[in-house]
């Protein structure tokens, strides 16, 4: 075990046995960013839900793009369907490795040159505004997604129906405002949350069907307030809620805050799960610091969002799966073996430091390339050609790293450098899992956009919006509304916002009020509802005589709760024999 000093914000990391041993599996040096610095660096270039329009670069065509790519870069890009078209050729774009110069800013030149895709939308069907999306269908706005169907204003959820405004939830139907939730019906306005009916403003509940207000239930019905009541009652007291009216939902959502911080708090969200830390796991063995995880995951470290499988993966995610050997990748996976420092590569073996890649194999520093073998900078080469050219590179990458305007040292082994991304920080998902201000990211030499001011004229102020579903025509399709965060210093607000006639169905459908915030706005309220990316050692707080303890419980754990936070967070023995 050694203690290193981070190159990026010069605090101390360590690094384990276990790790060394990893990095001398897949041949790379011990990393000089702290985990957390890994992950930022990682999340610096991926942007899942800022979407600008830019003209679209294909010969023949001048059409106005959808893209996640900011007008402002350089760069050439085309609409989807003419990048997977057959009248270009990554190949084309190849370029002799030039010893002379450092590996990133042949990379980066490379990247430059080459068309990239406007959105990574695949497979997509009235869905033009999705991006990282796989299987779409009449949705909108939705990113990091898999076979959706009228989903609109959501992130991290694959397999719902008719549903808005969620963020990792999965197989789940007629939803609205829920936060990692599953395998839901008609469930509204809650937290952690699996398998629950026609139920609203619920925390840790499982299995339950008509209930509203409740926490810390198990397969119970017609509860309110966590009080248990006849389904004569049950109805009765629901009836004197106007669940359309947005007043009152404001009401309940702060009333819903109280319940869920005098509520019991399991230390991690962990099923099926051996010898692993993190939270929200399901079916992972020997995975340590790792978030948002689930299927048949084993040996991994550092790695969130991650589904299906995976095994031997470091610092990974978001969006990878069935991949082995993986490290500083991202968006991966579907049969990967030996991922490293790689994004949108599918279906490949032996790929380093490579972008958009498909079906191919020995891939270094590559961009867009379909089923190829033995290719450096996009050149191809024989296999002899490749194995005696690839570790010259790797050797002169270490004595002549790219150094950023920081001057922090980018070797072998490295992630990209932030600096040199598509993407400025708060138009990433660095902002939405590590926010900071303008000021700091210039002190950490990350690149900023300023939000420029909306072109749109406001035609009512979103204060002025009828306060009940009831009273909302179709005429508020034409107006541009003015987002109730427009004033306030928020890094997400977009300053205004429009209804479409299919949104406003839906919230028929569903029976809610009209959001009086940008869709941006709301996502940034979501995100707040889950715990942060970190763990800290804490003991149980549990005090009670009939736990098998006398005195206060003294088991310890690492969790996702802050001990500075109020919440009252139990191990499991303890949360079990509560909840259970």
């Not at 690149?447 to 406001?458: A, N």
Request: glycine share 4%; hydrophobic share 30%.
């Amino acid at each position: 075990m050694e203690t290193r000093n981070c190159q990026n914000c010069k605090k101390d990391f360590t690094i384990e046995v276990e790790d060394f041993n990893f990095y001398q599996k897949i041949k790379v040096p011990a990393p000089t960013f702290c985990p957390d610095c890994r992950t930022i660096r990682r999340l610096c270039w991926r942007n899942e839900m800022s979407l600008f329009k830019r003209k679209c670069d294909a010969p023949g065509h001048e059409e106005m793009l959808i893209t996640c790519f900011p007008p402002e870069e350089k760069l050439t890009v085309y609409d989807s369907t003419s990048w997977w078209g057959d009248s270009w050729d990554a190949i084309q774009y190849g370029k002799e490795y030039d010893f002379s110069k450092s590996f990133f800013e042949q990379w980066r030149d490379l990247r430059n040159s080459i068309p990239l895709q406007a959105l990574s939308n695949i497979k997509a069907t009235n869905s033009d505004y999705c991006n990282v999306a796989e299987g779409s269908k009449d949705s909108y706005m939705c990113s990091g997604t898999w076979k959706i169907e009228r989903t609109l204003y959501s992130n991290r959820v694959s397999e719902t129906k008719d549903s808005s405004d969620l963020y990792i939830v999965y197989r789940s139907e007629l939803c609205y405002e829920d936060v990692i939730c599953s395998d839901c019906y008609h469930l509204m306005y809650s937290l952690d949350c699996k398998s629950c009916v026609d139920s609203f403003f619920l925390y840790d509940c499982v299995g339950c069907t008509d209930c509203f207000g409740c926490s810390n239930l198990r397969n119970k019905s017609y509860c309110m307030w966590n009080e248990q009541l006849s389904r004569e009652e049950y109805f009765r007291h629901l009836a004197e809620y106007n669940l359309k009216n947005h007043e009152t939902i404001s009401i309940l959502k702060n009333k819903f805050k109280e319940i869920c911080l005098q509520s019991l708090h399991r230390f991690s969200l962990q099923i099926k799960s051996v010898n692993s830390t993190g939270d929200n796991l399901e079916g992972t063995k020997n995975c340590k610091v790792c978030f948002d995880v689930s299927g048949k995951m084993e040996d991994l470290k550092y790695v969130h969002w991650t589904a299906i499988s995976a095994k031997d993966a470091y610092d990974s995610g978001p969006g990878i799966g069935q991949v082995e050997l993986a490290y500083e990748s991202f968006d991966t996976g579907i049969g990967n073996f030996r991922s490293l420092f790689t994004s949108v590569v599918y279906s490949c073996n032996d790929v380093e430091y490579s972008f958009n890649c498909h079906g191919s194999s020995n891939l270094f520093g590559c961009i867009g390339i379909r089923n190829k073998k033995y290719c450096i900078l996009n050149k191809e080469y024989t296999k002899g050609e490749y194995e005696i050219l690839l570790p010259k590179i790797k050797e002169q990458m270490m004595q002549v790293p790219y150094i950023d305007k920081k001057g922090i040292n980018y070797r072998y082994g490295e992630f990209f450098p932030a600096e040199l991304s598509t993407f400025c920080y708060n138009e990433t998902q660095a902002q939405d899992y590590f926010p900071i201000d303008k000021e700091y990211a210039s002190k950490m030499g990350y690149r900023w956009r300023d939000k420029k001011i909306s072109e749109y004229h406001i035609t009512i102020e979103s204060k002025d919006l009828p306060d009940s579903l009831d009273d909302v025509t179709d005429s508020i399709t034409n107006e541009i509304i003015g987002c109730e965060n427009k004033d306030k210093m928020s890094n997400y607000c977009r300053g205004a916002y429009k209804i479409t006639i299919d949104e406003l169905n839906l919230y028929r459908k569903l029976g809610v009020p009209l959001p009086r915030l940008c869709f941006l706005c709301r996502h940034e309220t979501r995100l707040k509802m889950r715990n942060p990316m970190k763990l800290w050692n804490r003991q149980c707080m549990c005090e009670k005589e009939n736990h098998q303890h006398s005195g206060k419980c003294e088991i310890t754990f690492e969790t996702s709760y802050d001990p500075n936070r109020p919440e009252i967070v139990y191990c499991e023995k303890c949360y079990q024999a509560e909840v259970y």
